[in-house]
């Protein structure tokens, strides 16, 4: 996996993103895995609880699929995509709820959803490239330095 990183933030270059939710999309199939980009993270702080959806539930693009709950803050996991969810990632959440401030790309993951026939329509994904781009102005912004939590 190639990544591109900002002051921290990485983002793999074989992902999507939807830069306004802060949520990475990764193709499988006709299934997604949906999980929160490493400035969601950050921005956040040490995650304490998530609210899940179960399997068989339907989400729906622009919705909430997901609380998050943080040391910092508590709000949606927004869905960038409509479909069906195949599977959440509970069981690793609760034996630790910081997985994906230690691993946002990989274990930390949330959904795993099987698309609608309009899932992506209207999804606003872009590339590592283009949210890279987006991303840098973000972080500048916002002053941010991306940090992981220590194991």
């Not at 006709?30 to 179960?54: F, I, K, N, P, S």
């Not at 068989?56 to 709000?75: C, F, L, N, Y």
Request: hydrophobic share 40%.
């Amino acid at each position: 996996m190639t990544d591109r990183t900002w002051r921290g933030c990485v983002l793999p270059d074989d992902l999507l993103y939807q830069v306004e939710s802060h949520v990475w999309v990764r193709h499988e199939g006709e299934e997604v895995v949906l999980g929160m980009t490493d400035v969601a993270q950050t921005m956040g702080g040490r995650l304490v609880q998530v609210t899940w959806r179960e399997p068989g539930k339907a989400v729906r693009r622009g919705r909430p699929a997901a609380v998050i709950e943080s040391a910092k803050w508590v709000g949606p996991f927004v869905s960038p995509v409509s479909g069906k969810v195949i599977e959440n990632n509970a069981e690793s959440f609760r034996l630790d709820p910081a997985i994906a401030n230690r691993d946002p790309y990989g274990k930390g993951w949330l959904y795993r959803v099987r698309l609608s026939d309009d899932g992506l329509t209207g999804a606003g994904l872009v590339d590592a490239g283009r949210a890279f781009d987006l991303y840098r102005a973000f972080i500048e912004e916002n002053g941010l330095t991306c940090m992981r939590c220590a194991d």
